[in-house]
């Protein structure tokens, strides 16, 4: 299955996947373009170190937002994806393209959703969000893309625990490692087994 992966920071969840795929769990994947907004994003770099495809799409650099939207459309097309993975990609996914690939596009949110997820809370905020609450029950959600936030089919959860003395930094550590970086590349696996009923 051809994969497209769309990130925006570090991308230690496509790293995640990587990992997956060099240990075998994801057979019959295949990672055929990681797209970044963000030309310093250190995943275009793991990308690269694998020779892998990695195109930077900024807005920054396009006239208006349609003009981006239009660039960012043709940028998936052109790599052909069965699957889009959206893994820290923090861009409002434009229509045009969710209507393009309808249920072929999954995001990792690092939240259960349907607590602290949509306008404003991506990355840290969501643990900062988490932590002025005071929750003591966390987690991360793969979901599909629709076209809300973070509104989509929930596909996966995993729940984590907030512990005294957490830091957003400490906290959205643990999520990625106790959840994140487990249930995205476990998700990634089924769609491409066949074992995931698509939509
Ligand atoms: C991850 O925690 C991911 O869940 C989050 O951004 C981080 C990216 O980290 N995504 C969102 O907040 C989407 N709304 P990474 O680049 O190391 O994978």
Redesign the pocket.
């Known amino acids: 299955m051809r994969i497209c992966v769309c990130?925006?920071?570090?991308?230690?969840?496509?790293?995640a996947i990587f990992d997956a795929i060099d240990a075998g769990r994801i057979p019959g994947a295949e990672i055929v373009r990681v797209i970044s907004n963000n030309p310093g994003?250190f995943?275009l770099e793991r990308a690269k170190n694998r020779g892998i495809e990695a195109v930077c799409i900024s807005p920054k650099t396009f006239p208006d937002r349609e003009a981006f939207n239009e660039a960012l459309l043709q940028g998936l097309k052109d790599c052909k994806p069965e699957l889009i993975v959206?893994?820290?990609?923090?861009v409002n996914v434009p229509v045009c393209v969710i209507r393009e690939f309808k249920n072929r596009i999954i995001?990792?949110?690092?939240s259960l959703i349907p607590s602290f997820?949509g306008k404003g809370?991506?990355?840290l905020k969501?643990h900062e969000g988490v932590l002025a609450r005071g929750v003591k029950v966390t987690g991360?959600t793969v979901h599909f893309v629709d076209e809300g936030i973070?509104t989509g089919k929930i596909i996966a959860q995993k729940a984590v625990c907030v512990e005294d003395g957490d830091t957003p930094e400490i906290l959205?550590k643990r999520?990625?490692e106790q959840a994140?970086w487990i249930i995205l590349p476990e998700t990634v696996r089924k769609i491409v087994a066949g074992e995931l009923q698509i939509g």
């Open positions: 990130v925006s920071g570090g991308g230690t969840n496509l790293q994003a995943a959206l893994a820290g990609f923090l995001n990792i949110h690092p997820c809370y991506y990355g969501v991360a973070d959205q999520v990625m994140e």
